[in-house]
């Protein structure tokens, strides 16, 4: 088995620049996970291209012989990790094409630039049976790692698309989705006011961290929803906002 030793190894900067280039994991077809916990996680998926990790993990790694594995050194897993304390284990994914499914509850994310909130809205979207999460194209990448951090593994069961949400949404209404926002104006209702339908398909748009949605989905807005909270708190982040309207719409 391969041994590197040395961070300015070719691969482990291929590895580095994959690992924060959108760009580059395009034209690769490739994303890197960190952790045991990912890796396990996209082994049952059978996405993984290579592994890279320290002696010490070997004997954690499920099926680890029909991989290709390199072993590194501490110091390079330190150089590789996007985290402090690193667990010694990086994998290279196959970025698989993915279509939108017109069946199930759709989250839509609108110029979302905060990796943790992603990262959360795609774990509650898994947890909450939105198996599709589009995004538009100048929100934060799917596979920053802080991104799929926050994910916590559960990616791997979510469609994840970056489209133009108005061709997607004219789309979506094509296939009798009800569109859901949180503007607020003089329509908008109390998410405890909604009724929502299990018959019913709903398409979810979270906004910008601080713009909200965008002017030109406003209008293809079916109903605005505002969660009722104490007068004390101002608002609530887009993540936990999002979360619970899926809670909502799912129970």
């Not at 998926?45 to 990790?53: D, Q």
């Not at 194209?137 to 926050?150: G, T």
């Not at 979506?172 to 339908?197: A, H, M, P, R």
């Amino acid at each position: 088995m391969e041994k590197i030793t040395s961070a300015s190894n070719n691969k482990i900067k291929d590895l580095i620049k994959l690992r924060d280039d959108k760009k580059f994991q395009i034209v690769e077809n490739l994303f890197v996970i960190e952790g045991l916990h990912m890796v396990n996680e996209a082994i049952k998926r059978n996405i993984i291209k290579t592994i890279f990790l320290e002696e010490k993990m070997l004997s954690k790694i499920y099926d680890i012989n029909n991989f290709e594995c390199i072993l590194i050194s501490e110091n390079v897993s330190n150089k590789i990790s996007s985290t402090k304390t690193s667990q010694g284990i990086f994998a290279t994914c196959t970025l698989e094409k993915q279509e939108i499914s017109f069946e199930k509850n759709i989250l839509l994310l609108d110029q979302l630039q905060d990796p943790g909130n992603m990262g959360t809205l795609i774990r509650s979207a898994a947890s909450f049976d939105f198996q599709t999460v589009i995004a538009s194209n100048n929100s934060v990448n799917f596979y920053n790692p802080k991104v799929l951090r926050s994910t916590q593994g559960n990616l791997f069961s979510i469609n994840l698309i970056n489209d133009n949400l108005i061709k997607v949404i004219s789309e979506l209404k094509q296939s009798n989705y009800q569109i859901i926002g949180t503007v607020l104006n003089d329509e908008t209702k109390f998410l405890k006011q909604i009724e929502f339908s299990k018959n019913q398909k709903y398409a979810l748009i979270i906004g910008n961290e601080a713009k909200g949605i965008s002017d030109e989905l406003k209008p293809l807005i079916d109903i605005n929803l505002n969660i009722e909270m104490s007068n004390e708190v101002e608002s609530l982040n887009a993540a936990i906002a999002g979360s619970i309207i899926m809670y909502n719409i799912k129970k």
